[in-house]
């Protein structure tokens, strides 16, 4: 594409497929503590 | 939905639902602009229909001309029938799934020490604020506290049990005896606990130093930033700053770890809104990973964040992100927790939805046994929902947690950052308003800041 550059390979809807393992990290425990940033967690299967 | 912005010179377009990101030239920007914000979201075959260009080509042809617009609907199509661009919201079909979901405990903050060696101005484990009840944990409501856990757990395996306070290393025997424990328990339960540790670093010393090594996953430094601006809000009782005790320790700490798994982190209030200088001086120190947030408080507080301080403290984070980029082209790189953002491998739909996971699946222990939904609510008595003892006796306020997503609060619905924080924190949100059913306005646009630039970080180094 000559006017777009798109910076994902894939998207978040795909994960709708496989639903949630619930293996992941809880957000508050690795270093916010005040804030909630579930977005920049990664997911437990692609680790 | 779409968002879009400019920053640092990249017209960025983020298709919130699939959470895409483009990078687009100026003439796509204004044609992916002029073509959202309808009731319904373009479809490819609808974009294909001559008038849509015949009416682009009206709007924007005193700027472009008619063959670039036609390309640049070109590539917008293809990206709407890829499903990387106006793609409708299907999550709110699922959100009674979310709410109905039975979930497990697999997460315990364990205030292990209500007391501290420092006398932090904003601390909420500071004298009152814990209603005056210094007290350690035991080790046997510790280990009640695991028990709690793994039979709570269903059949997650991985188990994150964080060591808190006040200042944890000053009930430090119980902290390895309770690891000692989880350890011989997890062998016995096919579980796996990661335990991560809080500590102001005070009595930090070589053989704590090699525990933690050993055995926690994670470890947070708290440390403000500059000399002056931790001494300030991070004294000794006496009055004295803790800088210069500290920073070594830590420094020495960081390096025996790799530089990996752990996090420095500050704090900043309306007294140091130039809290970029802060984090730009833990890269100096030697630190890679690194976290500073803002203060939560009460709006009387002189350092509490305020309205009219947004624009400094949104400029800081511009100025962040453009240092972090300069200095990961030199190989100097370091890692802001704020500005992490995964856009691949990222959390799934499910757990975004659902959110923190306060008062459900992450609960605080206090260190007389009893479970709050998180360690901001810790002796807010009406949060109060049981104990280790007897588990939880109030269930009804674990359904209010469960119960509180994205849609369910109408601050978020037309917000774009919604699928990265979630709701936001609802501890903020009952502080601010009184309800977890709302959000923190000041922590939100924050957010979208911080948001923002992780996107624009990433769209830089992709270059």
């Known amino acids: 594409m000559k006017h777009v550059k798109t910076l994902n390979t894939q998207t978040m809807n795909n994960s709708l497929k496989k639903g949630g393992c619930g293996e992941c990290q809880t957000s508050c425990q690795s270093a916010c503590k005040t804030s909630c940033t579930v977005g920049n967690q990664t997911c437990e299967q692609k680790k | 939905m779409i968002h879009q912005y400019q920053n640092n010179g990249y017209n960025i377009v983020l298709d919130v639902v699939s959470g895409a ?3 687009v030239d100026e003439l796509c920007y204004d044609v992916i602009a002029a073509l959202s914000g309808g009731a319904k979201e373009p479809t490819a075959a609808g974009l294909r229909k001559p008038e849509v260009l015949e009416e682009l080509v009206q709007k924007l042809g005193g700027r472009y001309g008619g063959d670039d617009i036609k390309d640049a609907l070109a590539d917008v199509t293809e990206l709407t029938e890829a499903g990387q661009l106006f793609v409708e919201d299907t999550y709110e079909s699922m959100i009674d799934d979310v709410k109905k979901r039975k979930t497990v405990v697999k997460a315990l903050c364990l205030h292990i020490a209500h007391d501290c060696n420092l006398a932090c101005r904003y601390c909420f484990a500071e004298e009152g604020e814990y209603h005056g009840r210094r007290a350690l944990m035991s080790f046997e409501v510790g280990k009640k506290a695991l028990d709690f856990l793994i039979a709570n757990s269903g059949s997650r395996r991985n ?26 328990q997890e062998k ?12 102001n670093g005070v009595l930090l010393n070589d053989e704590i130093q090699e525990f933690i090594n050993q055995e926690m996953d994670n470890v ?51 007294e140091n809104l130039d809290f970029s200088e802060d984090i730009l001086h833990f890269a100096d120190l ?16 002189p350092y509490a964040i305020r309205e009219e301080d947004l624009p400094k403290i949104m400029e800081e984070y511009d100025k962040l992100a453009r240092v972090m980029i300069q200095r990961e082209k030199e ?56 104990n280790v003892e007897d588990g939880i006796i109030k269930p009804e306020i674990a359904d209010d947690f469960r119960s509180c997503n994205v849609y369910s609060k109408e601050k978020c619905r037309g917000c774009f950052a919604k699928f990265y924080c979630s709701g936001g924190c609802m501890a ?15 922590g939100c646009e924050m957010q979208r800041k911080r948001v923002e630039c992780a996107i624009m970080i990433k769209a830089a180094l992709a270059e």
């Open chain 2, 188 to 199: 016995l339960r096919d579980k796996h606990f990661r335990f991560t540790v809080t500590t």
């Open chain 2, 331 to 386: 190989g100097k790189g370091f890692q802001f927790f704020h500005f992490m953002i995964d856009l691949d491998g990222g959390p799934c739909v499910a757990k975004r939805l659902s959110g923190c996971g306060s008062g459900t699946e992450y609960l605080a222990v206090t260190p007389w046994g009893d479970l709050y939904p998180c360690h901001q609510f810790v002796g807010q008595e009406e949060f109060l929902m049981g």
């Open chain 2, 286 to 301: 030697g630190f890679t990973q690194m976290s500073i947030e803002p203060v939560v408080g009460d709006a009387s507080d």
């Open chain 2, 21 to 23: 990101v483009h990078v």
């Open chain 2, 428 to 442: 903020n949100a009952y502080h601010f308003h009184g309800t977890i059913h709302d959000t923190y306005d000041i």
């Open chain 2, 159 to 184: 188990l994150e049990v964080d060591f808190f306070g006040g200042e944890p290393l000053m009930n430090w025997q119980v902290v390895e005896d309770l690891v000692a424990y989880g350890r011989q």
């Open chain 2, 220 to 270: 947070v430094l708290s440390l403000d930033g500059r000399r002056e601006v931790n001494d300030h809000m991070r004294p000794f009782r006496s009055g004295k700053g803790s800088y210069d005790l500290i920073v070594p320790k830590f420094q020495k700490l960081a390096d025996s770890r790799n530089q990996e798994k752990y996090y420095i982190r500050g704090t900043f209030t309306r």
